[in-house]
């Protein structure tokens, strides 16, 4: 109890920045949530199914875009906030290595558009899912975590969440209105990135200056660690998807995706704490709050990965209008992987990263993924394609990188059984 309160006074403001980001947050993924139900009751599981495979392939140019700088410059803004100059360079090279990056996104989609069928035959519906990577430009969450004013991020994602769900009821009335679901998604998330560009640009009175090259090569290069590890992730988690598109069929993307949506939405406070705590712990690199932090971790991991595995039926009903109850064995089975992503997250950026070790924090992502192709490859010679072995496949991924992860973390004496036991 001593060690609570003793934290509670240390660390006011991250423990008010977490709490305040966390709420917001929860309040922001339960109103698509809400929509869910509608959504798949109006639409159907296979248009459903079809727009998330559209937006997990979308996904990817979204990342291309970031390139790892939501990971790779928060630390420096974090270590430069009060110098305004330096400040409006590290903004100035972010918002254009971006841009650069949408232009070659917008070329390849042409020509995947052009060159693939199934892709061709919904343009559309890829066209408005792109839209969205508009507001990767926009949208500086880097700054404001790095800045610690996560207060921003919770209320112009809200803001965008709003939009979003509000037209959903407003506009989408039959199974033909499938299409402007993308389309709602995007405009919500450029409006908002809009809002953002402009706090940081004039609330938070910052300038746009044309960096030299050497400064742009340097953060460019800075975040390709980052880069390919995030790719490498999102491919670990979206595998399961495309595997169940191209081989199964779009109810069975539908069926993944829903027991993905609820498994992410029990990951929010983990990864609002980690948000909140990554600047802190990178300025004071403190080995002895980090390993108090570490068993109130996985307490609060236990307890989630609890609350889903029991309330797993009544969460896939009421999430899904009771139209895909084939999902809760596999939300159940996605319990495991909660608890290792939770983990992976508190081990990577607020812990590894923030203590200047980022080359294992990004390589236990890249080798996770070899786990996963591997895995795949005995799946497909062994002649198992199914959701249930795609799930399964992604857990052994996670379980890998979040052992990987720890034993770095114990190596570098970052944790420490000593410190552990000393409270």
Not at 27 to 35: G, K, N, W
Not at 369 to 388: G, K
Request: with cysteine; glycine share 4%.
């Amino acid at each position: 109890m001593s060690f609570i309160q003793s934290l509670f006074r240390q660390h006011f403001h991250v423990i008010k920045n977490t709490g305040y980001l966390s709420i917001i947050e929860v309040i922001r993924l339960i109103m698509p949530l809400v929509a869910l139900p509608y959504i798949i009751s109006v639409v159907g599981t296979y248009y459903y199914g079809l727009i998330a495979f559209a937006q997990v392939v979308i996904y990817y140019f979204t990342i291309f875009i970031c390139f790892g700088l939501d990971t790779s410059v928060v630390k420096e803004v974090a270590m430069h906030r009060n110098d305004k100059k330096l400040l409006s360079e590290i903004i100035s090279s972010v918002i254009l290595i971006r841009c650069i990056l949408a232009l070659i996104s917008m070329i390849v989609f042409v020509l995947l558009i052009v060159s693939i069928p199934f892709m061709k035959t919904n343009a559309v519906l890829f066209i408005f899912s792109f839209l969205m990577c508009f507001s990767e430009i926009l949208f500086p969450v880097w700054f404001f975590q790095g800045i610690e004013k996560m207060k921003y991020i919770a209320l112009i994602r809200f803001s965008s969440v709003l939009v979003y769900v509000v037209g959903i009821f407003l506009v989408i009335k039959s199974k033909d209105d499938y299409l402007y679901i993308p389309l709602l998604q995007a405009f919500g998330m450029v409006f908002s990135g809009g809002i953002a560009f402009y706090i940081m640009m004039f609330v938070e009175k910052n300038k746009f200056i044309i960096p030299n090259k050497a400064v742009i090569k340097k953060y460019f290069l800075e975040s390709v660690p980052f880069f390919i590890a995030r790719i490498s992730g999102e491919f670990n988690v979206s595998m399961a998807k495309m595997m169940s598109g191209i081989f199964l069929g779009m109810n069975d993307v539908a069926i993944v995706e829903i027991a993905q949506k609820i498994s992410s939405f029990a990951q929010v406070p983990i990864g609002m704490l980690n948000q909140a705590l990554y600047p802190n712990i990178a300025k004071t690199k403190d080995r002895k709050f980090v390993n108090k932090l570490l068993p109130i971790m996985i307490g609060i991991i236990l307890f989630i990965c609890l609350f889903v595995l029991i309330f797993a039926p009544f969460l896939i009903c009421f999430f899904s209008d009771s139209n895909m109850m084939e999902a809760v064995p596999i939300l159940r089975i996605l319990t495991i992987y909660i608890f290792f992503a939770g983990i992976v997250a508190f081990t990577g950026s607020p812990v590894l990263v923030a203590f200047g070790f980022s080359k294992p924090s990004n390589n236990a992502v890249i080798y996770s993924t070899l786990v996963l192709v591997i895995s795949y490859v005995i799946l497909y010679f062994v002649n198992n394609f199914n959701i249930y072995s795609f799930i399964i496949v992604l857990v052994l991924s996670e379980v890998y990188m979040a052992m990987y992860r720890m034993y770095y973390c114990y190596k570098y004496d970052i944790f420490s059984y000593k410190r552990f036991y000393c409270f």
